[in-house]
């Protein structure tokens, strides 16, 4: 995996096995991965050519509540990519804690 994604995971001091259930996630879809990159690197989110899941894009994912900005949007990109059904439920719910 990229060293600036590590570095990053590294400063925010994630648990170790968080880590890596994030970093394999991250390595079964490398382009959202590098999505995430050029956010970490350019501290904005892609206006052309980003990444879009079922009708979402990270930046328009970050819009929807302050809880998904930055790695939170990448990672439901992800769980709209692998599990589309209780991502999209998750959206349409307002991410209620239960």
């Not at 050029?38 to 899941?53: F, S």
């Amino acid at each position: 995996m990229s060293r600036i994604i590590e570095d990053y995971y590294a400063k925010a001091k994630v648990m170790p096995l968080l880590l890596k259930r994030k970093m394999t996630k991250l390595s079964r879809h490398s382009d959202i991965a590098a999505e995430f990159e050029y956010w970490i690197a350019e501290k904005q989110y892609k206006d052309r050519n980003c990444i879009v899941v079922e009708g979402y894009s990270a930046k328009r994912l970050s819009e929807l509540s302050k809880f998904l900005d930055g790695e939170g949007a990448f990672m439901l990109l992800i769980e709209l990519r692998e599990n589309p059904k209780n991502a999209l439920e998750k959206i349409s719910n307002g991410f209620k804690i239960k």
